[in-house]
Nanobody, 117 residues
Framework: VQLVESGGGLVQPGGSLRLSCAAS????????MRWYRQAPGKEREMVAA????????YYIDSIKGRFTISRDNAKNTVYLQMSSLKSEDTAVYYC???????????WGQGTQVTVSS
């Protein structure tokens, strides 16, 4: 099982980034996917989730209207489109996969997003 995030970087406030998470080693289309983030000195928090079918999706309040989670089951990839970025969005972003509530959750290695002028 492998999850590889990409697309992070340094962006100015108000800017946009698209994170990608390429999955391999499991039946991606059967797994619900989530994006988490962890800011320095803070606990990891879930920011967005998407079911195996692509709907419904879920977002935490602080990113609603600014971030969009999506997936392409043909490409085994989940995305997080981030816009109107704020300094408080600075964190390491992780994707994760889980088949069901009673199975293990898989994690990627994370990608750094820094929002700064």
């Amino acid at each position: 099982v492998q999850l590889v995030e990409s697309g992070g970087g340094l962006v100015q406030p108000g800017g946009s980034l698209r994170l990608s998470c390429a999955a391999s080693g499991f039946t991606f289309s059967s797994y619900a996917m989530r994006w988490y983030r962890q800011a320095p000195g803070k606990e990891r928090e879930m920011v967005a989730a998407i079911t195996s079918a692509g709907e419904p999706t879920y977002y935490i309040d602080s990113i609603k209207g600014r971030f969009t989670i999506s997936r392409d089951n043909a490409k085994n990839t989940v995305y997080l489109q981030m816009s109107s970025l704020k300094s408080e969005d600075t964190a390491v972003y992780y994707c994760s996969a889980r088949l069901s509530a009673i199975t293990a959750r898989y994690w990627g290695q994370g990608t750094q997003v820094t929002v700064s002028s």
